[in-house]
């Protein structure tokens, strides 16, 4: 695929590099949810809306799936009854807590949940554009600089960031492998070939 479809797969070497949208940074402050619970409030667009805060004291490990998916579930719900919500109302749909990392050399972990009660096992490359995002606008990542983002389950992905006027373009580099080739056969006698209208 011409890079400039901003997505190159090296099937050789397992590798793909994908240009994400420009991210924008939303709202920030604190929340409270459950009456005891202080959350900072990060939401980011990028393709879709962000909430990063800090998992605290539950373990970023697949072994912590439950507990992190019930606490992100506690704060999506939260900021649906808040009120909370990206640009002209879009419900915050993306959960993402973030945490350090677990393996010497890389920069961070978190786990991703996402719309449906789905976590996602890779880093989640919109959720670590948003996180390049999050640390650029606080001054803790360079443009260019590398920031290495593991995910719950151990799958690190690469990001890096440029700034282009007011935008920032991250690039996400990772693992992928080719899982299934497929053809499609469509019949134009096939009344339903494109769906249903």
């Avoid at 993402?96 to 991703?112: C, I, K």
């Avoid at 899982?179 to 009344?191: G, N, S, Y």
Wanted: glycine share 14%.
């Amino acid at each position: 695929m011409p890079d400039d479809a901003g997505f190159r797969l090296d099937a050789t070497r397992a590798k793909a590099k994908v240009r994400a949208m420009a991210q924008t940074l939303g709202r920030r402050g604190l929340m409270t949810a459950g009456g005891a619970v202080a959350l900072v409030l990060l939401a980011i667009w990028g393709g879709n809306w962000f909430f990063l805060t800090d998992a605290g004291a539950l373990p970023l490990n697949l072994a912590g799936v439950q507990d992190l998916t019930a606490y992100a579930l506690a704060v999506r719900s939260a900021l649906r009854k808040h009120r909370v919500t990206g640009s002209g109302g879009a419900e915050i749909d993306h959960i993402e807590l973030m945490g350090p990392a677990q393996t010497h050399g890389n920069s961070g972990r978190n786990f991703v949940l996402c719309p449906g009660g789905a976590y996602d096992r890779s880093p989640c490359g919109t959720g670590t554009s948003a996180k390049l995002a999050c640390l650029a606008a606080d001054g803790k990542l360079a443009e260019g600089e590398r920031w290495l983002q593991e995910s719950v389950v151990g799958s690190v992905f690469e990001g890096r960031y440029r700034l282009e006027g007011d935008q920032l373009l991250p690039s996400i580099r990772g693992q992928a492998h080719v899982v299934a080739e497929t053809t499609l056969l469509l019949d134009r006698r096939d009344p339903f070939c494109w769906g249903l209208e």
